[in-house]
T-cell receptor, first 116, second 110 residues
Framework: ETGVTQTPRHLVMGMTNKKSLKCEQHLGHNAMYWYKQSAKKPLELMFVYNFKEQTENNSVPSRFSPECPNSSHLFLHLHTLQPEDSALYLC???????????????FGPGTRLTVL | QKEVEQNSGPLSVPEGAIASLNCTYSDRVSQSFFWYRQYSGKSPELIMSIYSNGDKEDGRFTAQLNKASQYVSLLIRDSQPSDSATYLCAVRVFEGNLIFGKGTKLSVKP
């Protein structure tokens, strides 16, 4: 595997379900990100991890719970979601932003989530 | 509130023409600037990064940065139908997070 991978690619879940999204990066990066992309809206940053430490939570509802066990893996645990949470969820990775602004972010293919 | 503004388009150009995509940003201390291409149903793909005033060329793509005017643009020469996509401008301040524009949809007509 190369680059940034995400599973599953598509997910349909009910409002009472619990599911998890997985992201893995093979680029040797130490920062990982979750974004949400809804129609007609800019990409919304959700969470940032630098060296496994969460450094940003962009006022995300608690029904979204991130987990970063190491610099290569990132999870997004989902529970009791709402239909308005339906969107494309994108994972990205980069070298750490600490001490720099020049690090480039690379995106995974995304998970298309539909909440019924 | 930090903002990145792009014309949503669609921008329509004939095959072989130059496509010009523009982006303005509000934070004067922004240091790095990126262009991503996103095909429908796909994830964003990094195509250009630029950090200094002036032009940066990579194949058919040229990024132009003017920090005094808080303006960054992307030129696509010899546009091809395969260039039809949404182009996202993203901006970062020192140690900050990327701020994305809403994107400009480009359509290249054969």
């Amino acid at each position: 595997e190369t680059g940034v991978t995400q599973t599953p690619r598509h997910l349909v879940m009910g409002m009472t379900n619990k599911k998890s999204l997985k992201c893995e990066q093979h680029l040797g990066h130490n920062a990982m990100y979750w974004y949400k992309q809804s129609a007609k809206k800019p990409l919304e940053l959700m969470f940032v991890y630098n060296f496994k430490e969460q450094t940003e939570n962009n006022s995300v509802p608690s029904r979204f719970s991130p987990e970063c066990p190491n610099s290569s893996h990132l999870f997004l645990h989902l529970h009791t979601l709402q239909p308005e949470d339906s969107a494309l969820y994108l994972c990205a990775s980069s070298h750490s932003s600490r001490g720099s602004s020049y690090n480039e972010q690379f995106f995974g293919p995304g998970t298309r989530l539909t909440v019924l | 509130q930090k903002e990145v503004e792009q014309n949503s388009g669609p921008l329509s150009v004939p095959e072989g023409a130059i496509a010009s995509l523009n982006c303005t940003y509000s934070d004067r201390v922004s240091q790095s600037f990126f262009w991503y291409r996103q095909y429908s149903g796909k994830s964003p793909e990094l195509i250009m990064s630029i950090y200094s005033n002036g032009d940066k060329e990579d194949g058919r793509f040229t990024a132009q940065l003017n920090k005094a005017s808080q303006y960054v643009s992307l030129l696509i020469r010899d546009s091809q139908p395969s260039d039809s996509a949404t182009y996202l401008c993203a901006v970062r301040v020192f140690e900050g997070n990327l701020i994305f524009g809403k994107g400009t949809k480009l359509s290249v007509k054969p």
